[in-house]
């Protein structure tokens, strides 16, 4: 017997192809058994991994499934915000729909009670913004349209909140809406409200509608028609 057949087989060796190459070319027969079993085997073993990896991959795409599906239900059968009023958070954005009105303190503290942050918020309601529904959220944007009603204090300590934007079907704004917003940031909130100043001087406005400790940016609201100062 030759003393080939003995010897330690590696990669590098005559009979042995390389690990990339049992990928594609499998069991290679040659001159040498050692080699040719040890290339069967180690192919074999690749063949099973290979398998397995698959299956890992498809068993992780169903638990992502159904990780989005109980989201989905928790976010639409037990949410927070209120009867006929969904929400859902993609990204940094929440979006909240519905024809109801959304509950107080809501989302108050998000932070220390929900598993994804949001800085940037878009309202779309037939109802009412509740009182604190948004107070001490980190919101920096805040988009509200078809809302009839904002409650007291809603948004009250979003410090960082650089723009707010005001739909003209709002027809009653509660006291400190805005108390403690704007304040760490340099120029303060850019308010823009849909409709014209006379439609804007129509709302139901508390005297304190925009609380203490805001910093509105100019001191104006952006009408659809022109500015009117707040000061």
């Known amino acids: 017997m030759s003393n080939t057949f003995l010897k330690p087989m590696y990669w590098c060796d005559k009979n042995c192809v390389e690990p990339t190459e049992i990928a594609d070319k499998g ?98 309601i037939k109802g009412k913004i ?3 529904s948004f107070s001490n959220c980190n919101l920096q944007n805040i988009n509200i349209k078809n809302c009839t009603e904002i409650g007291g204090f809603a948004f009250a300590g979003n410090s960082a909140l650089n723009y707010l934007f005001l739909c003209k079907t709002v027809s009653t704004i509660s006291e400190g809406v805005l108390t403690g917003c704007g304040t760490s940031i340099e120029n303060g909130i850019y308010v823009e409200y849909e409709g014209t100043i006379a439609e804007w001087n129509a709302i139901d406005k508390n005297e304190n509608w925009i609380g203490d400790f805001c910093k509105i940016k100019d001191n104006v609201i952006h009408c659809k028609d022109g500015d009117i100062s707040i000061s």
């Open 130 to 132: 509740g009182i604190q």
């Open 27 to 124: 069991y290679k027969g040659g001159d040498n058994p050692a080699a040719e079993h040890e290339n069967y085997f180690r192919h074999q073993t690749y063949l099973c991994v290979k398998e397995l990896q698959q299956e890992i991959e498809t068993l992780q795409q169903e638990i992502d499934i159904l990780h989005k599906s109980i989201k989905i239900l928790r976010n639409n059968v037990f949410s927070p915000c209120g009867e006929h009023v969904t929400y859902e958070i993609s990204g940094s954005t929440m979006y909240i729909n519905g024809t109801g009105s959304i509950n107080d303190s809501a989302f108050k503290d998000s932070g220390d009670k929900m598993d994804d942050s949001f800085s940037l918020l878009n309202i779309d």
